[in-house]
């Protein structure tokens, strides 16, 4: 069998539609688009085609969008670029953020902004009277994720947008893993700043974007040129716009159809446990009712997740954890943490996550060989 890829959460494999659209682009364009001349008009013509593709489709105007690199540069570029428009204040941002969000929140603690990590449930969900509580007159931005990268799980962001709106609050959405699962539709969300990132929808790699609602300070992380409107100097990644619009094109036509299938993967997963391992012998990290379809998170007590990692790496199945490994030791991931899970739940946490070309038989097999790692591995203590 050929290797099965349940990763999608850390990035996904390029859509061959995209793959061509790239391709195209590479191929046939190659100027500069603040060109002047007719070569730069062309490739500053595929630039706005991309933006007008991306942000008729997210529901905000052109002018409203900014390439980046990537989700990290959207996150910082939102943070700092609000943070810089003004001196000092308070942010409150999650204990479950992407470390883009997390890392960055620390930085501009170190320079002498005021941070409240807001904790969460059991599920990874944020309450509302938490942030309500935390709420100071100083308090100028909220960032809050759409959708956890680990565990999956929906945070309630028009509440939490409501509520921002109402104290003239600043609020920043990462959702860089709800895009192509949540439908979003920009200008009628009570939302400010919202990042996103071509890669985990079958775009590629190192092309982004940022949602700044017009007339918001934003102030730029990268000098340089005009581009961007003066917000994100240097020369336009034109095949990766390219891609990127033609990723967001196929993530939010095939929404729907990828939801069951996603629901699908899952059910068939879990089903072939409980008929292999029985529902005692492992516990889901998330949240049921608010969650990605496509992110299963998953304990087994008793087996470490770098044991479990390696094992089904052996048998051809990439998956992996929220935890970061450094220096061979693997760190409790900080969103598990945050939840508050058992300390069993907490080192034997394993990441499945599915996408593209992904089959029901796959998880099948998947299940399976959970199984006879398990019984390996008992058999061996
Ligand atoms: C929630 C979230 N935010 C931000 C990022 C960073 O995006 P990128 O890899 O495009 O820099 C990721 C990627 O894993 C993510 O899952």
Same mark, same amino acid.
């Given at each position: 069998m050929k290797p099965i890829y349940l990763d999608h959460a850390a990035s996904t494999p390029v859509h061959p539609e995209v793959a061509e659209v790239i391709m195209k682009v590479m191929t046939e364009q190659f100027g500069n688009a603040s060109s002047v001349h007719m070569v730069g008009r062309s490739a500053k013509k595929i630039m706005s085609g991309a933006r007008d593709a991306i942000t008729s489709r997210l529901g905000c105007s052109p002018d409203e969008w900014i390439f980046t690199g990537g989700g990290t540069e959207s996150d910082n570029l939102a943070l700092f670029g609000a943070a810089y428009s003004r001196k000092g204040g308070h942010i409150i941002t999650t204990a479950i953020e992407h470390h883009a969000v997390l890392h960055a929140c620390e930085e501009l603690e170190r320079e002498g902004y005021? !941070?409240?990590?807001?904790?969460?449930?059991?599920?990874?969900?944020?309450?509302?009277?938490?942030?309500?509580?935390? !709420?100071?007159?100083?308090t100028f931005l909220i960032s809050v994720m759409l959708a956890n990268n680990e565990v999956g799980t929906v945070q309630p962001i028009e509440e939490i947008g409501r509520l921002a709106r109402e104290k003239g609050i600043l609020f920043h959405v990462d959702a860089v893993q709800a895009l192509g699962s949540i439908p979003i539709s920009l200008h009628s969300l009570p939302v400010d700043y919202m990042s996103f990132t071509a890669h985990k929808i079958n775009g590629p790699q190192g092309i982004g974007g940022l949602y700044v609602r017009r007339g918001l300070p934003l102030h730029p992380r990268l000098h340089g040129g005009l581009q961007e409107r003066g917000r994100r100097a240097g020369t336009e990644n034109l095949a990766g716009a390219a891609g990127f619009a033609k990723a967001v094109e196929l993530a939010i036509e095939g929404q729907a159809g990828r939801h069951e299938e996603a629901l699908a993967l899952r059910r068939r997963l879990l089903e072939t446990l409980n008929q292999g391992i029985g529902p005692d012998a492992y516990r889901i990290n998330g949240n049921a009712m608010h969650g990605l379809p496509h992110i299963t998170n998953i304990s087994f007590p008793g087996v470490r997740t770098d044991v479990m990692l390696m094992n089904l790496d052996m048998e051809g199945i990439a998956a992996s954890s929220g935890s970061a490994c450094t220096s061979g030791s693997l760190e409790i991931s900080h969103v598990l943490r945050a939840m508050n899970l058992p300390d069993d739940q907490l080192s034997s946490a394993i990441r499945f996550s599915t996408g593209l070309g992904n089959t029901t038989e796959e998880m099948e097999h998947v299940a399976r060989k959970i199984e006879t790692i398990l019984n390996r591995?008992?058999?061996?203590?």
């Open positions: 005021s !941070l409240t990590y807001l904790p969460v449930d059991r599920t990874g969900r944020v309450a509302l009277k938490d942030l309500e509580a935390e !709420l100071r007159d100083d591995l008992r058999t061996k203590e």
